[in-house]
Each structure stands twice: as structure tokens, then as C-alpha cells.
């Protein structure tokens, strides 16, 4: 069992920043990629950003050049920096991380960019 809770999330103006984190419960966590999804209202979640185990990265096309995971396995902790906010960017942000018997996501952080 791997519990994940994000946190981070907050209101802030379009051009502002954010640094949302997803604790782990266990340090397997350490050992596997881990995935930053999205779910805007009316929308179905999509994937934002991943990084494995080694740390290789992979980003959306529209957060690209913008957003930035990291990982410190000392903390069991995963990152994602997120400048130059857009209204678009609103949405619920999750954690996610899949292992052969089943995925875990944590509850969710709020990101709310708006004026």
C-alpha cells in the first residue's frame, strides 16, 4: 500500500508560481515513476508531467518550458514547479503512481489561477 498526499495548491494571479509536493507513506515509492495528472472541470484528467525512478522527465506539449518535476527520495517527496500560471492551468492537480497490482493517487490539491 502506497499513500500519497499532495499539498501546495492554492489561488494564485496568471504569471505566479506554485510548487505543488506528493509526500509518499513508503519509501517503495522511491523505486517507481511517478506521474502529475490534472482534472479541470467538465474535463477528464490528463497527464501533465512524469518522472522514473532514475529521474528522467517527461512533460505535456502545454506545460512545457513552464512546469518542472523533481523528486527527493530522501523525503519520498515528488515536486512540480509551476511558473508562468495561465488561467487554463486551473484544475485539480494528483499524484499518481502504478505498480503491477494497482495504481495509487492521492486526494488532490486545488490550483486555482485567476485575477
Known amino acids: 500500500q502506497v499513500h500519497l498526499v499532495e499539498s501546495g495548491g492554492g489561488l494564485v494571479q496568471p504569471g505566479g508560481s506554485l510548487r505543488l509536493s506528493c509526500a509518499a507513506s513508503t519509501t517503495i515509492f522511491n523505486i517507481n515513476a511517478v506521474g502529475w495528472y490534472r482534472q479541470a472541470p467538465g474535463k477528464e484528467r490528463g497527464l501533465v508531467a512524469t518522472?522514473?525512478?532514475?529521474?528522467?522527465?517527461n512533460y505535456a506539449e502545454f506545460v512545457k518550458g513552464r512546469f518542472t518535476i523533481s523528486r527527493d527520495n530522501a523525503k519520498k517527496t515528488v515536486y512540480l514547479q509551476m511558473n508562468s500560471l495561465k488561467p487554463d492551468d486551473t484544475a485539480v492537480y494528483y499524484c499518481?503512481?502504478?505498480?503491477?497490482?494497482?495504481?495509487?493517487w492521492g486526494q488532490g490539491t486545488q490550483v486555482t489561477v485567476s485575477s
Open positions: 499518481n503512481t502504478q505498480w503491477p497490482w494497482g495504481d495509487y
Open positions: 518522472i522514473t525512478s532514475s529521474g528522467d522527465r
